[in-house]
């Protein structure tokens, strides 16, 4: 069934569209916090500054397994890549894939959330001691 097949195409899209803005900006506040690390640790910086951005440093480098944005979303794209290729309905088992990746998409989304909120609280800090913030906020 095509509708079927567009649903879930659908479907696909939106997840991988939410798990590479998750990526790329958790991506890129990593980089922000690596390099604040470097420069604390390099001039001597306040030791509980430098403690909070090595935490948020950690907490966005990437997770194992099923936690990961990256490979959460080499997963969806593989299926994504399979459902194009086909011109029937998806199976239950595809189904089943899309709704297992979108939980933990959820899951890491949620804990990327966390760490803006954590993120948002470290720039005023950060402001507080004239340093460059974490994604120009």
């Not at 990961?68 to 089943?96: F, K, N, V, Y």
């Amino acid at each position: 069934d095509l509708r079927a097949l567009l649903t879930f195409s659908q479907s696909l899209c939106s997840a991988l569209e939410r798990a590479s803005s998750a990526y790329g900006a958790e991506s890129a506040a990593h980089a922000d916090l690596d390099s604040l690390a470097k420069r604390l640790t390099a001039t001597h910086g306040d030791r509980s500054l430098l403690a909070a951005v090595e935490k948020l440093r950690d907490a966005t480098a990437g997770h194992d397994g099923d936690a990961d944005l990256q490979a959460i979303s080499g997963r969806i794209g593989a299926l994504e890549a399979d459902a194009e290729s086909a011109d029937i309905a998806p199976t239950a088992a595809d189904l089943e894939v899309l709704r297992k990746e979108s939980a933990a998409l959820d899951q890491a989304v949620g804990a990327w959330r966390s760490s803006q909120t954590a993120i948002g609280k470290l720039n005023v800090r950060l402001r507080g001691a004239r340093l460059p913030t974490v994604g120009g906020r």
